[in-house]
């Protein structure tokens, strides 16, 4: 090994990793200055500048590489290196060996890292973002609850913000004096509320601890139960029971013998109410019908907080409802997260599913994906006409349905059914045949059209809907949709390349498409156009950087001078350009061969014609002379 | 002689290597996308026929220009760049190959312009959801501009301010006619933003030549399906007529001129637009018209191409001028534009007719005399190197 490749690799490997370093420092100051604080909390500001950063500079790597050999090989090379101690000429392959090692192993760590590392870092973006969106939400609504008095929601809003993101002083202060005036409120605020263990089991137990607690309403309540069902601690209820009169009559002490009289017949009365109010909240629960049974028991557990039964019926429906209904609540919290808006789909061959809106937003328990649907509409279509529009106010998607019912956990009146927009005459006569929901209508030909949407009109006639089944394909207020909802939120319309995708992540969108079908009104081809485009790539820059290594040292600076360093930014902007030529070339004449071939043809295309275009230019380099 | 037979040579291999791969990248790029549009392999011949002509021409010009550019720069030696043979070769065959063009073939602007493509398997996508790309208004109303003038941030402001002025006779507002794509789009955003579009999505079912069937067309809140619409062609613009359905018609634009995404290739895009004034440059009415403006550009651009020249470090010089290059193409539109106002507004309309040589003039004589001083200096300049 002669002196001067020695030489030569220590300058090439010196200056190239002089340069990766000053191509990070800039990009990590733009990383930098570019960072808003009003999308991303500061409290997540290191994270997104690691992740941003990385991003960042794999993305445009291969110019900092293309730089980097014009300076080595164009600008600073220095002609007597060129040959070794004993006065021969070197190869011109040894003279490029170093850097032609860095060129591609670089290309290969772009690859694997674009590939695979990159699109994780901008998915860690994506989330910060949105839970940067969700904590400033929660901080609004917990300041909302906070400045209307409502404590309690206040706290436990403060508590959500504070698992996403630490609280700061101020907030820590608030949340502090929050729990203070709650624990202070609780004697004359909690009259009724009293909490029984969770190891009590049995009925006569959670009475007897009533009874000790003096709640007697509740315990009464309790012995009544074991007295009319268990008779084994019959008779200790029916003391108990006499007792807890005695104590009641005993607490009123001033009333007439009538008066005690009609006090007790009236508590005795309200027990048996209570039971019949519970055995109907029962017997809703039991068929099925979980939102009236919700309300029922949530009736009840307004006024008698203490009974477990009512308690744990109201949250059991609860459970059930929001599995299968769209909660307002969670549709008002949406509504500050960013959203597709026109979203559009062939739900069957002759089916158009179409919603206004549709947001992503995250759970704040379990940290999954919710998407909610603003404004739904269903298209029937029929011999080149729409013959039948189903509309819902909101959906929401649940793991292989969209749910069309919306309600509200505080009011029973607030529902929206899905209801007919436009319907065929006849349909309408058949669903309703004695019924009058015409007043919502207006007669166009063979239809009826809706007339106005009013909220209030469109509760109403969603309650006479509520009792009829719609279509075939809507059941229990809820369609069914075996597509990937993540796939289909981030399909584009306009087939752009999205880099955000990694191959791996194509490949599975694929199968998704692929179950999806191509009736939908979505691109498969979409996929393919990318993966080859992703596989051409790395070739056609690999290719140019091959292309730049023989002429920049063709047309080297034969005597240097300082002025010269004032180039660098003009050839660093033609980098970039030549940057997006190449893609843009690409890109284009991949989409326009993707209509010729299948996935696998076009990728096998793909890489046949860039080993084409590689060998041309290896033979181009290495008919490189060294004079 | 030798050194020019080589040249000349050299020219000749350039120009056709500049002009076959033009020919077929602009030829692909023109074709291939009526492939998604559901063209059929037996069809490409056919629609090939309205294509070939402005390709053609697309690829001469740009063919001349870039030869003679590159030419200028890449080909001839630093030591012989002085020498007026050396530059005479690419004036000489630039003038053979024009002047036949310009006697036979005799172009004008609709052989340039693609205005032939009467196909809309060109302008729209088969069996996909695409979005429909909104036309700007040219005029908006006062009170539209009000709306937006209350409602929109500073930023857009200021894009509606710069590119929609009040025309004082009907009080209403009329777009910058000379709005490049990227202002447009803005504007397009902007207007979509404050909801004065609606975000209509097309589906078309299968797309004849010019019958498509089975469209579906959604609106903000309507949907319109129809079994078969004709599509009407004006001027490189397809149409679809949706007026009994109580619609307004819907404009469509090439697929190849559309830049897939704009923001991020906005250079290109602006590349591509302003390919069509240095290709209209060279259509005139009268051929000797035509021979000036080619012998004008050439001049300048032989001229300029020599411009910047280090023999000490060929790469900087290749760098500059490819820039420079870029610079041309990308800014060529407004010289004309401004030419044309120069033309219109400034001058008297009696020497109209020969404005040609006015501008002939105007050009030539400082180029004329930077070359003469250069080359009385020549022999100083080639031994300093700069």
């Known amino acids: 090994m002669s002196e001067s490749v020695s030489i030569l690799r220590r300058n090439t490997y010196k200056l190239f990793f002089k340069s990766s370093f000053l191509y990070a420092l800039i990009i990590f100051f733009n990383v930098l200055f570019t960072f808003r604080s009003d999308i991303i909390n500061p409290d997540f500001m290191s994270v997104y500048l690691v992740n941003q950063f990385i991003c960042d500079f794999v993305n445009k790597f ?51 890292f674009s590939e695979f590392l990159t699109p994780h870092l901008r998915s860690n973006v994506v989330n910060i973002k949105e839970q940067s969106s969700l904590a400033s939400i929660l901080l609004l609504t917990a300041d909302e609850y906070y400045n209307e008095g409502n404590y309690i929601d206040a706290l436990s809003t403060y508590e959500k913000y504070q698992i996403i993101i630490k609280p700061n002083r101020v907030i820590r202060e608030k949340m502090r004096t929050l729990r203070h005036m709650i624990y202070s409120k609780q004697p004359d605020g909690a009259e009724n509320k009293i909490n029984v263990p969770d190891n009590l089991n049995t009925y006569i137990d959670i009475a007897d601890y009533f009874y000790r607690e003096e709640d007697y309403f509740s315990a009464w309540f309790y012995y009544q139960y074991v007295g009319d069902s268990n008779p084994v601690d019959r008779r200790k209820a029916l003391n108990r029971i006499e007792n807890i009169k005695q104590i009641l009559t005993f607490r009123n002490s001033l009333m007439t013998d009538s008066m005690r009289i009609e006090f007790i017949d009236n508590n005795t009365r309200k027990i048996r109410a209570l039971y019949n109010s519970i ?79 549709v947001v992503k937003t995250i759970d704040t328990g379990s940290m999954r994906e919710r998407y909610f649907f603003y404004d739904l509409y269903l298209y029937e279509l029929e011999s080149g006409e729409v013959t039948q529009i ?70 109403r006639a969603g309650k006479l809907f509520s009792e009829v089944k719609l279509a075939d394909y809507i059941d229990n207020g809820a369609i069914e949709f075996n597509f990937d909802m993540g796939l289909l939120y981030n399909v584009r319309y306009d ?28 691109s498969l081809k979409f996929v393919s156009i990318l993966i080859a485009e992703r596989i051409a790539r790395v070739f056609m820059l690999l290719v140019f950087s091959l292309l730049l290594l023989s002429v920049s040292f063709r047309y080297r600076v034969t005597d240097y001078k300082t002025k010269y360093l004032f180039i660098i930014p003009a050839v660093v902007f033609l980098f970039y350009f030549t940057e997006q030529v190449i893609l843009y070339f690409n890109s284009i004449f991949i989409t326009a061969f993707s209509n010729i071939f299948d996935i696998a043809g076009l990728s096998a295309f793909v890489i046949i014609i860039s080993f084409i275009i590689m060998s041309v230019s290896i033979v181009y380099v290495s008919a490189t002379e060294v004079e | 002689m030798i050194y020019h037979i080589e040249n000349t040579a050299k020219y000749l291999l350039l120009f056709v290597f500049l002009f076959f791969s033009l020919f077929f990248v602009l030829f692909s790029i023109n074709i291939l996308p009526a492939f998604s549009g559901g063209m059929v392999y037996s069809e490409v011949f056919e629609l090939s026929k309205s294509i070939i002509i402005p390709v053609f021409y697309y690829s001469f010009y740009n063919a001349v220009v870039l030869s003679v550019f590159l030419y200028g720069f890449l080909l001839v030696k630093n030591e012989h760049i002085h020498k007026i043979s050396v530059r005479a070769i690419p004036m000489l065959l630039t003038f053979i190959f024009i002047l036949p063009v310009s006697i036979f073939l005799k172009p004008d602007y609709d052989d340039v312009n693609f205005s032939g493509i009467d196909d809309a398997r060109l302008f729209v996508d088969e069996g996909i959801f695409f979005n429909y790309i909104n036309e700007v208004p040219p005029v908006i109303t006062s009170e539209i501009f009000d709306k937006l003038m209350t409602s929109a941030d500073n930023k857009e402001k200021n894009i509606i301010r710069t590119n929609y002025l009040r025309n004082l006779s009907t ?76 619609k307004p018609s819907l404009v469509f634009f090439r697929k190849s001129i559309l830049v897939t995404n704009r923001q991020s290739y906005s250079l290109i895009n602006n590349l591509i637009v302003n390919n069509h004034s240095i290709v209209s440059m060279f259509l005139s009415d009268k051929i000797i018209n035509r ?12 001229t300029a191409s020599s411009l910047i020249y280090t023999g000490n470090f060929p790469f900087i010089s290749m760098i500059l001028n490819f820039l420079l290059l870029i610079f041309i193409y990308n800014y060529t539109s407004n010289v004309y534009l401004f030419l044309k106002w120069f033309f219109e507004n400034i001058t008297p309309e009696k020497i109209n007719n020969y404005r040609y040589i006015i501008t002939f003039f105007i050009f030539i004589i400082p180029a004329g005399l930077f070359n003469f001083i250069r080359a009385a200096a020549g022999s100083h300049a080639r031994r300093v190197n700069v």
């Open chain 1, 62 to 112: 291969f110019i900092n590489i293309w730089t980097f050999i014009f300076l080595n090989y164009a600008l600073f090379f220095k002609n007597d290196l060129t040959y070794t101690t004993g006065g021969r000429r070197l190869i011109f392959s040894k003279i490029i060996s170093s850097g032609l090692n860095i060129v591609i192993v670089s290309s290969v760590l772009f690859f694997i």
């Open chain 1, 279 to 357: 055995s109907e909240a029962d017997g809703y629960f039991s068929r099925g019908d979980y939102f009236n049974s919700y309300h029922a028991y949530r009736n009840i557990n307004m006024k008698y907080p203490n009974i477990r039964e009512v308690s744990q019926g109201m949250n059991e429906s609860f459970n059930y409802i929001r599995a299968g209904y769209v909660n307002l609540d969670d549709v008002r919290e949406s509504f500050y997260f960013p959203s597709h808006s026109n979203f559009v789909i062939f739900y069957k061959s002759n089916l158009i599913l179409k919603a206004s809106k």
């Open chain 1, 390 to 459: 189903i509309y819902s106010k909101y959906g929401e998607f649940k793991n292989s349905g969209i749910s069309l019912i919306s309600f509200s956990p505080d009011d029973k009146n607030e529902v929206f059914y899905p209801v007919f927009k436009k319907v065929k005459k006849e349909r309408l006569s058949v669903l309703f045949p004695d019924l009058n929901i015409y007043d919502f209508y207006t007669d166009s030909g063979s239809f009826y059209d809706i007339k106005s949407i009013s909220e209030g009109d469109l509760k």
């Open chain 1, 495 to 522: 087939r752009e390349g999205d880099s955000a995708f990694s191959i791996f992540d194509l490949l599975k969108l694929r199968d998704g498409f692929r179950n999806i079908g191509t009736q939908t009104g979505i």
């Open chain 2, 171 to 246: 009080f209403n507002y009329v777009l910058n006619k000379n709005a490049n794509t990227l202002t447009l789009d803005k504007i397009r955003t902007i207007f979509f933003k404050y909801e004065l579009y609606d975000d209509i999505k097309i589906y078309i079912g299968k797309s004849g030549k010019s019958k498509l069937t089975d469209v579906v067309a959604v609106f903000n809140n309507e949907i319109i399906r129809a079994d078969s619409l004709n599509a009407r062609f004006i001027e490189q613009q397809m149409y679809l007529d949706l007026e009994e359905y109580g």
């Open chain 2, 291 to 302: 021979l000036i403006a080619w012998f004008l550009i050439v001049y300048l651009l032989i």
